[in-house]
């Protein structure tokens, strides 16, 4: 599925409305898509960083910064078979797990979605060394030193510190989420008040046609929209407020975490007849708190637009 999404899209053009056979030959195009350093890991990169790294004469010596840039692993590998022991994902379909009380449930639920995140921060940022070693992306500056910017995947810290949903996922699947802003959210004639959905049903359909992956990838768009209104309309008083900023920020994180951690168990159980059972088991609160926060979205005017959240770490 991925990859008949990736030929399709790749198709409209790898530079705005440039179709590639204008920028390369066929086999060239195909060669992109297909390109093992990137192949399971979606569009991981653009064509021209491909193309350079096929037509560099310079071989930057990468496999020591490869390595290093691996380091993250000696701590993630060991808690990523730790929470496999304790707070395997899988135990959520069982039947045992649907006697449990409500509070074992959520915050099962919610260590799951730690546990869940830790796989794919280590899984990218082997993509990433893979990328490094094999001189995709890199670039020599003058002072020596080796920049890979160009294929960074990930930014683990943005994604654990963010306290907006879109930040978050600004930061997640880095490469992704480029590509699906300049091929689908700025090219298509939808209104803007639908893009953002419209862009998560793309990539739930991008993983696959399973009821999971459009449960979970359809709850975030009524998040985004409900924390941009809230930002909008209360701006002024957080930029008077310093303790109002910081108390807005807290409350904000806790509500895309515990949001979050409910939405997500349909992503890795997937079947309909297995979530619906779970969530019944909680007593339908995911559901009717997701429908309290689209009323409040009807609700709400939308405000002053602007960009609350800041990317440096400083902040």
């Not at 807290?250 to 979530?275: C, G, K, N, Q």
Request: charged share 15%; proline share 4%.
């Amino acid at each position: 599925m991925p990859t008949i999404i990736n030929l399709i899209i790749c198709w409209k053009g790898t530079i705005k409305k440039i179709k590639p056979s204008e920028l390369c030959s066929f086999f060239d195009y195909l060669g992109y898509c297909f390109c093992f350093v990137g192949y399971w890991t979606g569009p991981f990169y653009n064509f021209r960083t491909y193309n350079n790294m096929l037509q560099s004469k310079t071989l930057i010596r990468s496999s020591k910064l490869a390595l290093k840039h691996m380091a993250p692993m000696l701590i993630l590998l060991p808690l990523h078979v730790l929470q496999g022991i304790y707070n395997p994902l899988d135990y959520t379909m069982t039947d045992e797990f649907l006697q449990k009380s409500f509070s074992y449930k959520f915050f099962y639920q919610l260590a799951g979605f730690w546990t869940f995140k830790v796989k794919f921060y280590g899984g990218w940022i082997i993509a990433e060394a893979i990328c490094i070693a094999c001189n995709l992306g890199t670039v020599e500056k003058e002072d020596g030193t080796v920049d890979y910017s160009s294929i960074i995947n990930i930014d683990i810290y943005n994604t654990e510190v963010g306290w907006e949903l879109s930040h978050c996922v600004r930061s997640w699947n880095k490469s992704v989420q480029r590509w699906m802003k300049t091929y689908v959210y700025d090219t298509t004639s939808l209104p803007k008040s639908v893009r953002t959905d419209f862009v998560f049903a793309l990539s739930a359909f991008w993983h696959g046609v399973r009821p999971g992956y459009y449960l979970c990838f359809l709850s975030a768009p009524p998040m985004i929209k409900f924390q941009q209104k809230v930002g909008n309309l209360t701006r002024k008083a957080r930029a008077a407020s310093h303790t109002t900023e910081m108390v807005y920020r807290v409350f904000m994180w806790l509500f895309v975490r515990l949001m979050s951690a409910m939405f997500l168990t349909p992503f890795y159980i997937l079947e309909l007849d297995r979530i619906l059972a779970v969530w019944s088991s909680m007593h339908w609160v995911p559901q009717i708190s997701m429908g309290i926060l689209m009323v409040v979205n009807f609700i709400l005017p939308q405000g002053e637009r602007v960009d609350h959240q800041k990317t440096k770490k400083s902040e």
